[in-house]
């Protein structure tokens, strides 16, 4: 069980609302991880019974973190900070044929077994019972389990700490995230991310998702049908055909295609 403590809140209150052992509580940008949490240490302790790294071995190393130095986020010795954000991609779709695959060049990052995974998820606004749904992207470990990594991805993306190029919206009245669907691709680098047709597929799933759920409020005005305020994919977006096609390809259509 995971549960997220609202900004300002202690994890001495949170605990007396009801937190058992085995959640792992998050206050302001401070991870504490309670012994127990299945979902969340299993892979990690599989990985170091190995000797091998765990997977938020490899999350702190890429992103700079410290996540799994437990004691030091207890002891306060990690600032909370933000990864850059940033916009930039190719502004013309690529030239491949539907259903093409291409790949970023091997590195010595891949070749350790390493790659990139992609993930969609939702959060349930419980006060207006609205969900938003997200992308966020996590470099992984391609021999342990992808499902479990996953879920990982989607909770370092609940506490703001890697990578993605949207704010996430914040307050108390939303649950954590959970996973809808995920894909894996080579582009450790994240600059790299447009060869990867695992991002063109989360890219394209992530718009289908917003538009099932009742569309962006850019797309719908009021009264909203989500909280997502403004498209994944513009609707102008040259590479907006080709994400909705590679999506509903690798997980079949969920709404279709919004774009012009």
Request: hydrophobic share 35%; proline share 5%.
């Amino acid at each position: 069980m995971l549960r997220i403590v609202p900004e300002g809140a202690t994890a001495a209150e949170e605990a007396g609302a009801g937190g058992v052992a085995g959640e792992l509580i998050v206050t302001g940008g401070s991870i504490v991880a309670a012994a127990g949490s299945v979902l969340l240490v299993c892979l990690t302790v599989s990985a170091a019974v190995d000797g091998a790294e765990t997977p938020i071995d490899i999350a702190d190393e890429f992103y700079g973190t410290h996540f799994g130095d437990v004691s030091g986020w207890v002891q306060g010795q990690h600032p909370v900070t933000k990864a850059p954000k940033t916009r930039t991609g190719p502004t013309s779709a690529p030239l491949a044929p539907p259903g093409a695959s291409p790949t970023s060049e091997p590195n010595k990052e891949t070749q350790k077994n390493r790659g990139r995974i992609y993930v969609t998820y939702t959060k349930l606004n419980k006060i207006t019972h609205r969900y938003y749904a997200g992308r966020t992207s996590m470099v992984v470990d391609l021999t342990k389990s992808l499902e479990e990594q996953a879920w990982l991805a989607v909770i370092l993306r609940d506490a703001n700490h890697h990578i993605d190029e949207d704010a996430e919206p914040k307050g108390a009245a939303f649950d954590f995230g959970r996973v809808d669907v995920f894909d894996v691709g080579s582009a450790v680098d994240y600059g790299k991310r447009y060869d990867d047709v695992a991002y063109w597929r989360i890219r394209g799933r992530e718009q289908q998702l917003i538009d099932s759920l009742g569309g962006a409020w850019s797309d719908t005005g009021k009264p909203y049908r989500t909280e997502n305020a403004i498209r994944s994919v513009a609707r102008d977006n040259p590479w907006g055909r080709r994400f909705h096609d590679a999506a509903t390809d690798r997980w079949g259509q969920r709404y279709s295609y919004t774009g012009y």
